[in-house]
Every structure is written in C-alpha cells, then in structure tokens.
C-alpha cells in the first residue's frame, strides 16, 4: 500500500517546493531495491537539494516535512536525512552546474565518512550496453571494503541514473573507483560515449537524522 501513495506524493511535493524560501535546487527521485538489485522500490522516493544555509534547510525540517516524516515512521516507515558539504566534484545536471555554489575557499578535511553522487544521463542508443555493464560492477561494489550503504537513484524519463552511497572514508572510496570491473565499465563509457551529461561529486556529512534500512550509516 506505501507503493502507490509514495508515487502520488511524488507529484504533490513537487509543487510543494516550488517557493520554497532558500531552495536554489532540488530534484524529487525514484530509487531502486538497493544499489545492486534490478527494478525499482515503488515504496521509497528521494529528495536532493541545495539551500541557501543552515537556516533554510532548519526552516523546511521543521515544516511540513516534519509532518510527513512522523507520519511515515508511525506507520512503520523509515525516514533519512544527512546534511553534505562538498568536498570535490565535477559536472551538470539538467544542465546547471549545482555544485559551483558549495564549492568552499578553503577545502574541508576528508577524514570519516564520505557520501558519493555519480549521476548520468544514458543516450538512447547506449542504453543496451550501459544495462549489460550493470551487473559486475553493481556486485563488485555491493562487496567492496569500506561501503556502509548505497542506492541507486533515478528520475523519470528512464536513462537519467544515479547511485548514492557513503562510504567509511576517502581510501575506501579511491580502492573501489581502481577495481578491475569498475575501471573497466569507466574506460568503455568513455570510449563507446555512453552518457550525454555527468556529474561526480564527494561529500563531506555533517550529520543525520532517522535510520536506513534500520541504521545509520554514519555510525559504522
């Protein structure tokens, strides 16, 4: 029963963003079972967003968003939140550059965990080859030394992919990117053009709020 009304308040949040004060951007996603499963979790969506501080993000926590988010845990759901500083990044999505502005003068420290987006827009004609690049990489990474959680993300029309994860450092991350299937998968994509827009980015977490998948990766 979550499955269909988590797809209805994907439409409604949407234009309850609209406005809201300090948001400079955000994106409403579906999710997958996971980082390594094939199909989509109709019950869990995702919200990335950027804000203009501390007191715009505060001011939507504690809004509306604090309604939903007790609804949804007293009726046995889950709810997870993690603030990001970037540490490193490059690319665009929907063609804006969304990380220009988190960019900070002086770098942060990149020791503890670290929070990774990879998000690409696959071209039609790629689509076959990027499904069959799939599964090596995504049972390499579901193994890897180090990960404490991931999820692949996406939004609709399908072919905009996207995978988050945190991971319990910076090691752990760089021993992953160097692994024989993952550095193969990332030589063809660049070789045969697989995507028309990417974007990288590492991310330092502040903190969290509520449990995924009965945790918090933050934690350990």
Do not use: C, K, N
């Not at 071209?123 to 499904?131: E, K, Q, V």
């Not at 030394?145 to 993300?153: E, N, Q």
């Not at 450092?169 to 193969?184: K, Q, T």
């Not at 063809?188 to 903190?207: C, K, N, Q, S, V």
């Amino acid at each position: 029963w979550r499955a269909p009304l988590a797809l209805g308040r994907l439409g409604t949040d949407r234009l309850r963003l609209r406005g809201t004060p300090g948001l400079r951007f955000a994106r409403l996603l579906g999710t997958g079972r996971g980082a390594t499963a094939v199909g989509a979790d109709l019950a869990r969506s995702a919200l990335f967003a950027v804000w203009d501080d501390a007191a715009a993000l505060a001011a939507f926590e504690d809004g509306w968003f604090a309604e939903r988010a007790a609804r949804v845990r007293t009726s046995g759901g889950e709810v997870y939140g993690v603030r990001l500083a970037l540490l490193s990044g490059h690319g665009r999505w929907g063609g804006r550059d969304v990380l220009t502005d988190l960019r900070r003068p002086q770098p942060l420290a990149a020791d503890g965990p670290v929070a990774v987006l990879t998000r690409a827009t696959v071209r039609p004609s790629r689509w076959h080859r990027f499904r069959g690049s799939r599964p090596p990489v995504s049972e390499e990474l579901a193994g890897a030394d180090g990960l404490r959680a991931a999820v692949s993300i996406g939004e609709a029309p399908v072919g905009l992919q996207a995978t988050f994860s945190i991971w319990s450092d910076v090691a752990a991350v760089v021993a992953f990117a160097r692994s024989p299937e993952h550095r193969a998968v990332v030589r063809r994509t660049r070789e045969e053009d697989w995507y028309g827009e990417e974007l990288f980015a590492r991310f330092a977490p502040l903190g969290a709020t509520g449990t995924w998948d009965g945790r918090d990766p933050l934690s350990g």
